[in-house]
């Protein structure tokens, strides 16, 4: 019997996903950005951040040149399985700081600002 291939093409965080906890550890993240964070065309990136307004997920707001983006508290999982379980569980599980590093940021829910705790 051959030996499968290991499969390397997936990965347990959908760029959905990825792409909401990078807004929600940075509001004002630009396209370009997002893009670069998942290896995406920045088409593909603005249609996901499309997908996630038009579902609820988050919100955006024009500031001078930049856009500004809100995560919506109290959204859901969209599939029947984890329906019952908040996005903002696994969001900030996905931009918890490096425990490593000096000083933790914990994003705010709906991303509007980030609280700093020092660690001596």
């Known amino acids: 019997m051959e030996s499968a ?5 997936w990965t347990f965080v ?13 509001p004002e993240v630009r396209l370009r950005d997002l ?17 996630l307004e038009n579902a609820g997920y988050l919100t955006r707001v024009r500031h001078g040149r930049r856009n500004h983006y809100k995560v919506t508290p109290g959204t859901r999982f969209r599939h029947p399985a984890e329906g019952h379980h908040e996005i903002a ?21 709906n991303g509007d600002h980030h609280e700093r705790e020092s660690h001596s």
């Open 5 to 9: 291939e290991p499969r390397t093409s």
């Open 35 to 51: 893009a670069d964070g998942c290896g995406l065309t920045e088409r593909a990136a603005g249609a996901i951040v499309r997908d």
């Open 89 to 109: 569980h696994l969001l900030h599980l996905l931009v918890e700081p490096d425990p490593r590093a000096g000083a933790t940021s914990r994003p705010s829910t």
């Open 14 to 26: 959908t760029n959905h996903a990825r792409i909401l906890a990078m807004i929600l550890r940075d």
